[in-house]
């Protein structure tokens, strides 16, 4: 039968404290200390009253030992990103936010004493500190883990639970990031100035994310054999069954994002500017997009700073500098200041919205498999693939048209003396 008993003085709280004492499902006595909000007893009774719940539990085959919880989060959590199952990018990205956000603040603590409480406290510093996006993920990884340490019996319940219903603080709206997306015009504009600053390779690239909605890294993992630009019966079409990623310091060919390996119908106008890629190109080569001196292509942070950013934002002109060459300015375009590269691929999907395709033939182009009973009724067929080629090369062809009436590129941006920024380390240089 459960029994309290006094273990010594607390100096702090100048009070006796107690611990209770309750039989085990194996039949030996085990103790605890504190309760679920990690308090200690002060008085006998409390700790007795505590430990016959523990019995009761043991009796119903509901109990969990609070010996469990006291693993350090740390501990847990090395055991935890060992077991589960995920692609290997999610895998690096949660190992990034254990080590960085979750691990420095709640590694030494308990799993048991981790609190909602203080877990609010957390959250809410957190979001203060990073981004909305990367706070959410950050604390879905901490959820996550939470849950499983459940599932173990390491706890009772997830402190880090989704808050539904009834949650407190002020209204924070839950509508998404509204992303900068691009007209074919101004996909166009990005593209000459991406062809001015790298060539006939970044031009392509360009073009071919904004016609066709493949992510940065589905393009950088084409092969020259994924290419089919002569069928005239089922029209020319790129294949993108991998994707090529930077994983734990190598270049690794994965599946694409959810399994959504796929083949894309192209406008007549994307075929040409392929094909004049490829003649381009040495027969040997394998990729069909490169790095600039036609290596693997990386997309990294030097290629954001250096490349990305100047064909959107512009690039002031230069004259010799500490032995460097002049280069010549390139305008910002007008009206996409902070896109992205996935803006291209939303932009994508705006315009086949536009142009009101079949929600189907829509949605498996981008990748992403319709729920419910559409998605197991609706199916893709040739002339709506066709018809979405049609569509795609009559926004190409608008977008050549010159446009006299408006502005299209911003001046140039005021010149900067560059500073000299170490690599990364274990970063391989494009070539």
Known sequence: MAYGEKRGWDKKARKWRYRGRYKLPDGTWGSVSKDDNGQPFYTERSARDYAHGLEVDVR??????????????AEWAANWIESIDVGPLSE???????????????GAVPVGDVFPAAVARWEKELRERISKNYADGVV??????????????MRRDNPVAARKSGRRGRFVSQRPERKVI???????????????MRGLNEYAIVLTSAYTGLRIGELAGVHRDQLVLDDDRQGPRIHAIQQSQYVRGKFTQIAPKYDSGRGLILPRFLAELLRELMESRPVESEWVFTAPKGGRMLRGGDWYAETWHPIVRG???????????????IRPVVGVEGMVPHGLRHSHKVWLDEGGHPRVAVEARMGHVLQGVEGVYSHVTLPMELRIADHLQ???EDSLRPVLDRREFGPFPEFTSPRRKRSPKNLPQAV
Do not use: C, H
Not at 60 to 73: A, E, L, T
Not at 182 to 196: F, G, I, K, S
């Open 60 to 73: 119903r085959k509901s109990f969990i030992n609070p010996r469990d919880g006291r693993v350090s989060v």
């Open 394 to 396: 009559g926004l190409w």
């Open 315 to 329: 690039r002031a002109p230069r004259g010799v500098v500490r032995g460097a060459g002049a280069r010549a300015g």
């Open 140 to 153: 879905g990884v901490f959820r996550t883990m939470m849950d499983d340490a459940v599932s173990e019996g």
């Open 92 to 106: 690096v990205e949660y190992r990034r936010r254990l080590k960085n956000q979750i691990l420095p603040a709640w």
């Open 182 to 196: 691009a007209t074919p015009r101004q996909a166009l504009l990005v593209a000459r100035n991406a062809l001015e």
